[in-house]
């Protein structure tokens, strides 16, 4: 037996729905006692009932936030039932706090259908609007006919206030009308379709430019209806080009298919002679005289194959006449990017430490035993590898040219990679280091540890400790070379 | 070409930029007009305001400022041989038109793009130029993605990560190889140097400067690039190794596959093949697996011959009848992790998921309530209730998920 008819004011009536769920929920009203219509039903059949129940003193209701925003949206659905549907929602929810995280219960798998049918209305709504412009100057009005689904104009309105806030505009539908005069927001009743009007100066453009950037030889007319339905057809002003589009898409890319291709268009040899003649003209020479030479043609190496997924070679930088050469493993992340050497979180520390060694860094030449940064793709990042032995040696060829041309008076090998390269054969590192080796053609080469090292110890105080004795070593660079 | 009518010039313009297949107007920071009085917003997520036939999405005023070009890219309908009609917006043209479309709502926006006159650097300026009448005098609030020239100077790049929302620049094919022979004017190290500036310049702009304390504007919807897909003969693992270079060096928000579709006057260099659509779409499909289920790209082609992937069925699930001792999982208690490598479960069905398991097991009509098929899962999952015995390693798995052969009819 029912005992309650509730009646809302309209049919997006959120807080009527509210107001008349609360006090029926505090008062333990069963669902199924409950007939919810609208304003305009009622007035078709009557409202009847007996008069809502007070709200209970002191009760209070709590429900989830998440709640409260779907209602808000699911209010626009166009089915009747949806008022039941939120009543029973909230009444299970009593018991069931959690009930909206159940996705596959009945009620709330149908509660999140609703809820997604009016968003995607909603969004069709912001896609699918066509303004027409009417009158000149101070008279600029925008005009729009628009069918949606459910009853959402109200809840769109703002949306077109933000996006066309400069504008004077009225958006019809059949429901209501929403009018924006550039300072407020007018609600208004429905419309009829022939009350707006449609032809707009700009349309023949628009049917223009959907033609234009339609590429016939690939067909998809089911992805487009998918996004597109044929129920937004008849508002769409290019909508009516799509039938001719489909039937000559076929000959279109045959068309293109079997046209056989031509002779090449009257400019091109101009072009090929003014600008790509001369720039190939400019090319590296085969024998580097200089270190820059030398560097031009380290751009296009390719002796060993991780040049394939780096950006580019980073090659050595400072003055031609440097006392000392640092030489580091490889380039990282940063400084693969920026192409130079030393830049990342690694060189940060190497400036810092030789910096309080009274080392000058401007006259100081840096460069790495392998030019290419040399990584596996992880996600988002790219994890460092170690170069094997083979990059190692194949890349010699650039530091042994880098050291004739710069002769220096010391190299600091800093990291394995480095001895290993300037040496010839692997070291051990951490038992060598500090130490100078002299090589056959008699150039020093002094032994240290690579800075990334300590920026890899977990260990604050062992961080510490590292950094000091890399500091020790690098003070005993700047005494050697002085 | 002075005589050209505007709509002359839309046609021949927005023709010669259909190729590129990039029309997102998303990512961009959230804006609107309230306090500019003007037009615009973009908040988030972007809108597709028309679809095409070929059923692409029509977001974007997606034009070239103009189709001259010195450059003679085998693939591409610009190139300087080519014998199409060309054509050059002016300026004012340019932003005439975006905004008479945007107020219209047809577009979110403006996808400026063009063929390179004289210097990359004039092209640039101008470009560049557009997008700041739209930003400053027309206090243009829509979005603006710029398709950057390499060669560009950097103050160019600068001030136009001022203005657009989002830069790209494409590689055009996924091998330097491949760039080498069709592009032979285009220099794939340029291309990855522009890319690698435009990261590290998107990621120095992010941070607070000292003196302000806040962020500058730069290309808040970050870079994507686009490949040609299909015009050479490399591989779909190729292909994916390509991707993730790029994902994880230049930090990309998308890579675009686009299937090498036959052009008017096209070049003999290249093949005279309908646009292999079907792989285009796998690729994407692979492209969303290693950005969002945790895929490795050797994981997703570790089992396909000849390093390209099934045409007849997805990634996942080919994955997944390739890795059957995986399966089944038990919905009410893998890790997310292998939740998200179910076939027929989407990222959304996993959040689903986990938050039901907090209060409640799953039985298998639980999950059918949630997914679109419940026959594709059934196979490879526990339930309450459910368990697929041997249907997991039943040799005739694949027949039975594979959608029925049909004549694919592309033209």
Redesign the interface.
């Known amino acids: 037996m029912v005992s309650y008819s509730v009646t809302l004011a309209g049919e997006t009536d959120f807080a009527g729905w509210r107001d008349a769920a609360r006090r029926l929920v505090l008062n333990d009203v069963q669902p199924q006692d409950i007939v919810w219509q609208t304003q305009a039903s009622a007035d078709l059949f009557g409202a009847g009932g007996v008069p809502l129940p007070e709200l209970p003193d002191g009760k209070i209701l709590n429900v989830p936030r998440e709640f409260v925003d779907i209602a808000e949206g699911v209010i626009c659905h166009r089915d009747p039932a949806r008022f039941a549907l939120l009543y029973r929602l909230l009444w299970r929810m009593r018991d069931e706090p ?1 009930l909206l ?4 219960d ?1 009620d709330v ?1 149908v509660l999140r259908e609703m809820a997604k049918s009016v968003r995607r209305d909603i ?1 069709k709504m ?8 009417i009158g000149e100057g101070e008279d600029e009005r ?1 005009v ?1 006919w628009f069918e949606p689904e459910h009853y959402i104009v109200e809840r769109n309105a703002p ?1 077109f ?7 004077r505009w009225t958006i019809f539908t059949p429901h209501a009308s929403a009018d924006w005069d ?1 300072e407020k927001l007018s609600i208004g009743p429905g419309a009829t379709r022939s009350d707006v009007p449609r032809e ?1 100066t ?1 349309n ?3 049917r ?3 033609s ?13 209806q998918a ?2 339905p044929k129920k937004y057809w008849r508002n ?1 002003p ?1 909508a009516s080009l ?1 039938p001719d ?2 039937k000559g ?2 000959a279109a ?2 068309k ?2 079997e ?1 056989m ?5 009257p ?2 040899a101009k ?2 002679e003014r ?2 003649k001369k ?1 190939s003209e400019e090319e590296v020479p085969e024998v580097a005289s200089n270190l820059a030479e030398l560097r031009a043609q380290a ?2 190496c390719r002796r060993c194959p991780l040049w ?2 780096a ?2 070679t980073v090659f050595g930088e400072g003055p031609e006449n440097a006392k000392i050469v640092f030489v580091g493993e490889q380039p990282g992340d940063q400084e ?4 130079r050497p030393f830049v990342g979180p690694a060189g940060r520390v190497f400036d810092e430490v030789i910096e309080q060694a009274g080392i000058d860094r401007e006259k100081l030449y840096v460069t790495n035993a392998v030019k290419h940064f040399k ?1 596996v ?6 994890l460092h590898q170690k170069p094997n032995a083979g990059e190692v040696s194949a890349c010699r060829w650039w530091i042994d040219n880098e050291l004739k041309m710069i002769r220096p008076e010391l190299v600091v090998a800093m990291g394995a990679t480095a001895a290993q390269s300037l040496l010839g054969k692997a070291v051990p590192i951490t038992r060598m280091r500090g130490q100078t080796v002299t090589r056959e053609d008699g150039l020093k080469v002094f032994l240290t540890i690579h800075p990334s090292f300590i920026l890899r110890i977990r260990e604050k105080e062992e961080a510490r400790a590292e950094r000091g004795r890399f500091l020790k070593d690098m003070q005993a660079v700047a005494k050697l070379a002085a | 070409m002075s005589g050209l009518s505007l709509r002359e010039k839309l046609s021949i313009l927005a023709d010669a930029a259909k190729y590129d297949a990039s029309c997102a107007s998303s990512g961009a920071a959230g804006r609107n007009s309230l306090k500019s009085k003007g037009i615009g917003s973009t908040e988030g997520s972007g809108i597709c305001h028309s679809y095409a036939p070929d059923g692409r999405c029509i977001s974007l005023l997606k034009i070239l400022l103009t189709n001259f070009c010195i450059y003679d890219c085998a693939y591409c309908i610009n190139r300087s041989s080519s014998n199409v009609r060309r054509a050059r917006f002016s300026v004012d043209e340019v932003v005439r038109l975006t905004l008479d479309f945007y107020k219209r709502n047809y577009i979110e926006g403006l996808f400026l793009s063009s063929g390179v006159i004289r210097s990359p650097d004039e092209t640039m300026a101008e470009m560049v130029e557009i997008a700041r009448r739209l930003r400053i005098d027309h206090s243009f609030q829509g979005y603006i993605h710029l398709k950057t020239i390499p060669e560009a100077s950097d103050e160019l790049i600068e001030q136009a990560g001022l203005y657009a929302d989002r830069l790209s620049i494409n590689v055009e094919l996924p091998t330097d190889e491949g760039v080498k022979r069709l592009a032979p004017q285009k220099k794939p190290e340029t291309i990855r140097v522009s890319m690698a500036n435009l990261r590290l310049k998107i990621e120095e702009k992010a941070e607070p400067t000292l003196q302000t304390k806040r962020k500058q504007r730069f290309a808040p919807g970050g870079q994507s690039t686009q490949m040609i897909v299909g015009a050479d003969a490399t591989t779909d693992a190729e292909i994916l190794t390509t991707s993730s270079r790029l994902y994880s060096g230049y930090k990309l928000r998308r890579v675009y596959y686009s299937a090498f579709s036959p052009i008017p006057d096209s070049s003999s260099a290249l093949p005279l093949i309908r646009p292999p659509l079907m792989r285009e779409h796998r690729l994407y499909q692979a492209d969303w697996l290693m950005r969002f289920y945790g895929f490795e790209k050797d994981e997703i082609v570790a089992a396909q011959p000849n390093g390209m992937l099934d045409l007849e069925i997805d990634p996942k699930l080919a994955w997944a009848l390739a890795n059957r001792h995986v399966f089944p999982v038990d919905v009410n208690r893998a890790p997310r992790e292998m939740l998200l490598r179910i076939p027929g479960i989407g990222s959304k069905v996993v959040k689903r998921i986990l938050d039901i398991r907090r209060y409640r097991r799953l039985r298998l009509e639980d999950v059918g309530r949630l997914c679109v098929s419940i026959a594709k899962v059934r196979p490879f999952i526990i339930a309450d209730g459910w368990s697929p015995g041997g249907s997991t390693d039943a040799l005739n798995l694949r027949q039975r998920l594979a959608p029925q052969p049909k004549q694919l009819s592309l033209f």
């Open positions: 959690h995280k159940i996705a596959s009945p798998a969004h912001r896609a699918f609007v066509r303004f027409v412009r925008y729009a949306f206030i933000r996006r066309f806030t400069g504008m550039g707009d700009s023949e453009l628009w223009t430019y959907f234009s950037i339609f590429n016939p030889a690939r067909l998809k007319v089911k992805a487009m996004e597109m769409l290019e799509i589009l489909i898409a076929d890319a045959r293109m298919l046209t291709p031509t002779m090449p268009a400019h091109h072009i090929q600008v790509w720039a751009d296009g394939r997924d950006t580019q693969d990017l920026a192409g990584f793709p992880r996600g988002k990042r790219r």
